[in-house]
């Protein structure tokens, strides 16, 4: 199995500065990552996401960083803006079966 | 191309029914997997049909089920409603060879 946590349940930030969002598992195996951007009322939805043979991976205004010795994943969101605010999860899988999911980080964007 | 799309968005049932939800998935995606989640709980796995089979399966009582057709359309039945399986039903679609792995809105139920 696979256990995945978040490192904080809450993270409030300043409009403008950057945002990082941590994520933890305990597969080594696991060679499959996603993050994911949750507003009131929708489905998770798709940001980033990055294989085992990469350690980072950059997207616009994000940037998934992955260290497999630590086996650690970070979410990093540049020049954080209200809209960002959300719930995000990530999701780790290996060899594409089940997903596993971390509890959320809800990030405040303060105006 | 369309995305993953659940019906239907909100339901309301009593204990003791029956509920049946619908997902189709992204065009070319013939892996389907369904969570539920809550506040409590988060998104727990419920299962994964891959091509008319049950590939994976979660930790759910025998009351879950589901299913999918050779359109790759899927739907998953709660027997027997209990107050607790109040929750945001959501499913996700990919291709399995492509990485992605695609969420719909969810079907939002309530039992009363």
């Known amino acids: 199995g696979e256990n995945v946590g978040l490192h904080l349940p809450t993270l409030s930030v300043q409009e403008g500065d950057n945002s990082i969002i941590n994520c933890a598992y305990s597969?080594?195996?696991?060679?499959?990552f996603i993050w994911y951007k949750q507003e009131s009322g929708k489905g998770p939805q798709f940001i980033i996401d990055i294989r085992s043979n990469m350690d980072k991976r950059q997207g616009q205004r994000v940037t998934v960083l992955l260290n497999k010795t630590v086996k650690h994943l970070s979410l990093q969101i540049a020049a954080t803006q209200p809209g960002d605010s959300a719930v995000y999860f990530c999701a780790v899988s290996y060899n594409f079966n089940k997903f596993y999911f971390g509890s959320g980080t809800k990030l405040n964007v303060k105006p | 191309k369309a995305g993953v799309t659940q019906t239907p968005r909100y339901l309301i049932k009593t204990r003791g029914q029956q509920v049946t939800l619908s997902c189709s998935p992204i065009s070319g995606h013939r892996s389907v997997s369904w969570y539920q989640q809550t506040p409590g709980q988060g998104l727990q796995f419920l299962f994964e049909y891959f091509s008319e089979t049950q590939r994976n399966k979660g930790n759910f009582p025998g009351r879950f089920s589901g299913r999918q057709f050779s359109n790759s359309r899927s739907e998953m039945n709660v027997s027997t409603l209990e107050l607790g399986d109040s929750a945001l039903y959501l499913c996700?679609?990919?291709?399995?060879?492509?990485?992605?792995?695609?969420f719909g809105s969810g079907t939002r139920l309530t039992v009363v």
């Open positions: 597969n080594s195996a696991s060679d499959y």
């Open positions: 996700a679609s990919s291709s399995r060879t492509d990485f992605g792995y695609t």
